[in-house]
């Protein structure tokens, strides 16, 4: 049983950090490509940042020289950490394997 599970959201006043985490169950995420993805009310989903099985990374324009996406392979785990935040990067966050069609539930960070 496959399941993806975002934490780690808040809500954090500008200037603040987070860290967010998306344990991974029922396959190896360090297999394959992982994404991170937004969505703020009223606008389209937005891609944040990836990591390739390799461990080569790529991110949105939004998330360049503020975010780090990185995994622990020993715990199967996903991450992204949100440095100098801003009142715009408020949205629900989502961890996704879009190969595999697998979505989690989302956390949702607000700064204020």
């Known amino acids: 049983h496959v399941q993806l599970v975002e934490s780690g959201g808040g809500s954090v006043q500008a200037g603040g950090s987070l860290t967010l985490s998306c344990a991974v169950s029922?396959?190896?995420?360090?297999?394959?490509?992982m994404d991170w993805f937004r969505q703020a009310p009223g606008k389209e989903r937005e891609g944040v940042a990836r990591?390739?099985?390799?461990?080569?990374?790529a991110y949105g324009d939004s998330a360049k020289g503020r975010f780090t996406i990185s995994r622990d392979n020993a715990k199967n785990t996903l991450y992204l950490e949100l440095n100098s935040l801003k009142t715009e990067d408020t949205a629900m966050y989502y961890c996704?394997?879009?190969?595999?069609?697998?979505w989690g539930q989302g956390t949702q960070v607000t700064v204020s």
């Open positions: 996704a394997n879009l190969g595999m069609g697998y």
């Open positions: 029922g396959y190896t995420s360090s297999d394959f490509c």
């Open positions: 990591i390739d099985s390799d461990g080569s990374t």
